[in-house]
């Protein structure tokens, strides 16, 4: 199995009010990209997927630098907190647009929708899905475009734990099997728990990075000290 996708960033620049200077490497592939509100983890991710160009910055995967890259053809996914569907599209449309740029895999169509479980939702509109239904039909429309590398930006929040425990689990399998490296923001700390390696940021600045149990060693033992309250 080929090696998880390489992806390296680095950033000097500003986004309103925010100075974010910032130099990581992902090998892994599941890393989270935790932090308080405000602390840049959105925007870097957009720096990443094409949408914030800023001048001193710096993208590469697998050593081929995207800085300059237009969005649909640096085969990476962003998905938002807040699925950006076509509300005049079914799923299965939906779904089948992220192919668009990759002739052959709409075949693979009905095995993407099977796996996040829209296969009877197939012919359904966004409007009448619900929020979880909706970040699926997202998520599905992103693996669809046969990405290197996925950004998910909080796209578990709200959903019920057995839920997103599900879905996680599919997208991690599925991730896995295609190389695809995943880089997700979160604000959870057991999502954060259960990632390969995480990114701390605070204030615009990576300020460490590493297992989960490493850089996160104060908040799990705090988890486990309520825990054992209970």
Known sequence: MPDTPQLHVQCNAAIGSLPIDATFTITHPWTVLFGPSGSGKSSLLRLIAGLWQPQKSLILLDANELTQTPVHKR??????????????????????????????????IPQILELFDLTALADVKPSTLSGGERQRTAIARAIASSPQVLLLDEVFTGMHRTQRDTLMQQLRQHCATHTIAVLAVTHDLQETLEADEVLRIEAGRIIAQGSPSEVLAEEKAAMLASLSRR
């Not at 509300?87 to 668009?100: E, I, L």
């Open 75 to 108: 085969r990476i996914a962003l998905v938002a907190q807040q699925p950006a569907l076509f509300p005049h599209m079914t799923v299965k449309q939906n779904v089948g647009f992220g192919c668009n740029s990759y002739p052959g895999c709409a075949e693979y």
